[in-house]
């Protein structure tokens, strides 16, 4: 189960500069680079052109986005969603690797946008009730369910009232999820039940877009 000494996202993001690889494997990675246009983590499905990841945007995400609000992503990788969110006023972007805010940096890196590198569930110089929009794809199906506890409890410092937060975290009734070791033991039962006890309303529930996964939109 993946915690905060966990190697599993600087070693993705390591395996994902390697070039160590047989010469096969090198010409692969080179078409599947070229084809992902560089930008760290489309390898695992672009939003632009793979069904499911393009509801999520076009419902979750690009209707939220308003030029005069503040928007908050845990997790951003290499920006495969943060591309959506640049229109926010001000964009926060938060991980726990700074290799990885670096990694972003290089194909995403705007005046609006804030980098910062967190504890694992803090949100170090957020100011408080500033946040209209929280975003998360991606990241929290890795997480522990104690450091999505913590988020949770975090997250009510930095919410404006109203504000909508959106996460996308592993769900272990589904096979798929099942059969990933790197997925965390959470399920739409215990994801419910822990952003209800920490004092939130479920707006939405996805079961049913991911194959291993599910989205659940909560407010204050
Ligand atoms: C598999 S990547 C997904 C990234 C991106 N959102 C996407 O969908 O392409 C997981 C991301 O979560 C970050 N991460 C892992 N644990 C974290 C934590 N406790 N707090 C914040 N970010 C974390 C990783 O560094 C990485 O950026």
Not at 84 to 94: E, P
Not at 104 to 109: A, E, Q
């Amino acid at each position: 189960m993946p915690d905060l000494k966990t190697t599993l996202h600087v070693d993705m993001l390591r395996r994902f500069r390697s070039n160590q690889a047989s010469v096969l494997v090198r010409i692969a990675r080179a078409v599947r680079k070229e084809l992902a246009g560089q930008v760290y983590g489309l390898g695992w499905g672009d939003p632009e052109n793979v069904e499911p990841l393009k509801f999520v945007r076009d419902r979750y995400v690009l209707p939220y986005v308003k030029a005069e609000q503040t928007a908050l992503e845990i997790g951003p990788a290499g920006g495969r969603w943060t591309r959506y969110l640049l229109g926010f006023r001000k964009l926060y972007v938060v991980d726990y690797y700074a290799e990885v805010l670096e990694e972003l940096k290089k194909t995403c890196n705007r005046p609006n946008m804030e980098f910062i590198k967190n504890g694992g569930a803090d949100f170090p110089a957020v100011a408080d009730r500033s946040i209209d929009y929280l975003f998360s794809f991606g990241a929290f199906v890795h997480m522990d369910v104690l450091i999505i506890d913590a988020y949770l409890a975090n997250m009510k410092r930095i919410l404006k009232p109203g504000a909508n937060a959106i996460i996308h975290y592993s769900d272990k009734t589904k096979i798929m999820a099942r059969r990933n070791d790197t997925f965390s033991e959470n399920t739409p039962e215990i994801m419910r039940s822990m952003v209800r006890n920490a004092g939130y309303t479920i707006i939405e529930e996805d079961l049913t877009t991911m194959w291993h996964s599910s989205i659940i939109q909560f407010r204050l």
